[in-house]
């Protein structure tokens, strides 16, 4: 959604009416300076993004604001909605340089999408009107599950709800389809019952819930959020079962490029698994795979991907999809183009047979990059398309971010300087408060080449500057060697 667009921004307990200009915390007014408003409404119409305090100045004071002005405002916003400027949680202060908003956005029409699926008569042939969510299309077995679950909950009979939500697959059926929002909302009401003490969940069951609320949120929100689900699930799991989420936190902090924090997790993980008498798991040996990738271990990244790819072919689509498709990734980043086409085309074909939204997404942006890399611009740019696609039609945050890298590359290549800048700015919104730093650091090279193409080379440094930064707390090597 366009923020800008819409005229209504929601973060944390605050409501911005971008059209009335007024500020409303659960419901109550806030009153803020005609100024203040204006630097709290500019900043928050782009969330993530790194705003300078040369360009706040020029959109907020056209006749001209000095920086003792801004800070002003700012500190008038922090005083007002209690963000702490040593620990914020709104607006971050990047030192020299200017301001970010930080807050998670949302966007406060999801209950809109579930009365879309369950009203009785749904035209599922229309799409809906510029202020509704088209009506999603479900199997007949989903939807009347669907209906179910939800008749449950209304009656309160959590226990049967989980079941249908778990062993009955009505969850991992609508994350495997790319509906993540509908999962999310669906999922919510059993975890806020169980910690409102409504619901008295066995450790298993929950356990489960906390995983696949982390698979979600590890797609459409935030990778910080999504750990520290892991982490619970993690808590809350039988012994003998701890392992699996913890492999999963391994996995969404790789997938949020904090690979340091990715190792340590998986180290963890494996100590889990030996402890419940297993020897390393494919998905063990595919995890360290993917983060040796990222850091630049070539040769022990293709040799441990390879082995969790033999290991995983009679048992796990969706892990042989993905070890394909990260395989094809770091194809890419060395060269072999060819090989790289052979482990996109059979992942993308595990993916279209499973319905595996995400990972044909992810495909078809890792084909967008071969194809640019060969220079076919057109292929390229047809498989970006459909890749954004299928972010835009699942709210897949993190492909859309990757896709928009690929995109913004694309346009500097075509020579097209101001859609390679669009196309990074969309990057930059989603990968800094979403968390994922590899996209955060690639849009911000992007935009120094982009500046420094067209010879604004105090901008080019200021977002070299920045990406240097993320690179070390990163440790990606890719971004590292391109920075070089």
Excluded at 111 to 129: K, M, N, Y
Excluded at 186 to 204: E, H, K, M, T
Aim: aromatic share 8%.
């Amino acid at each position: 959604m366009d923020m800008k667009r819409s005229g209504q921004i929601y973060f944390g307990p605050f409501h911005l009416d971008t059209v009335d200009r007024e500020l409303f915390r659960d419901g109550e007014k806030i009153h803020l300076r005609p100024k203040a408003y204006a630097v709290l409404q500019y900043l928050a119409e782009r969330p993530g993004q790194t705003v300078t305090k040369d360009e706040l100045s020029g959109e907020v004071w056209p006749e001209g604001g000095d920086n003792d002005v801004i800070k002003g405002c700012v500190h008038e916003i922090r005083s007002k909605l209690g963000d702490d400027k040593s620990n914020p949680w709104i607006i971050e202060t990047r030192p020299r340089i200017g301001y970010r908003f930080i807050a998670d956005v949302r966007r406060e029409r999801l209950s809109l999408q579930l009365a879309g699926v369950l009203r009785p008569e749904p035209d599922l042939g229309r799409a809906g009107s510029e202020n509704e969510l088209s009506p999603l299309v479900l199997p007949a077995h989903l939807k009347s599950l669907l209906e179910a679950y939800c008749y449950a909950l209304k009656a309160g009979c959590y226990d049967e709800a989980c079941q249908m939500f778990l062993e009955r697959q009505l969850g991992e059926s609508l994350f495997w389809r790319g509906h993540y929002s509908l999962a999310d909302e669906l999922l919510d009401p059993l975890i806020q019952a169980y910690q409102n003490r409504r619901w008295q969940a066995a450790s298993g069951p929950l356990s489960l819930l906390y995983t696949l609320a982390g698979m979600i949120g590890a797609k459409s929100c935030n990778t910080k959020q999504a750990a520290v689900l892991f982490q619970k699930a993690t808590d809350t799991s039988e012994p003998d079962r701890s392992f699996i989420p913890a492999g999963y936190l391994s996995e969404v902090e790789a997938e949020s490029g904090r690979f340091f924090e990715a190792f340590e997790a998986l180290e963890r993980a494996r100590m889990l698994e030996e402890r419940a008498g297993l020897k390393e798991s494919y998905r063990t040996i595919g995890r360290r795979g993917y983060i040796s990738a990222a850091v630049g271990d070539v040769e022990a990244a293709d040799r441990q991907l390879s082995q969790a790819i033999e290991a995983s072919e009679d048992e796990d689509p969706s892990y042989l999809c993905l070890f394909l498709r990260v395989r094809g990734d770091l194809h890419t980043q060395v060269g072999r183009k060819d090989d790289a086409f052979g482990d996109y085309s059979r992942a993308l074909e595990i993916a279209l047979n499973h319905r595996f939204k995400d990972y044909e997404g992810h495909v078809l942006r890792g084909l967008g990059d071969v194809y640019r890399l060969q220079n076919d611009l057109s292929r390229s740019a047809e498989n970006y398309g459909a890749a954004l696609t299928i972010a835009g039609d699942t709210g897949y945050l993190w492909l859309e971010a990757e896709t928009r890298i690929g995109l913004a590359h694309l346009a500097i290549e075509n020579g097209d300087y101001e859609e390679a800048g669009r196309q990074a700015n969309g990057a930059l919104k989603i990968a800094a408060p979403g968390g994922w730093l590899v996209q955060e650091i690639q849009a911000h090279l992007a935009h120094a080449k982009i500046s420094a193409i067209r010879g604004l080379m105090i901008e080019a440094r200021s977002h070299t500057e920045i990406a240097k930064s993320l690179i070390e707390e990163s440790g990606h090597y890719w971004s590292r060697k391109h920075l070089d």
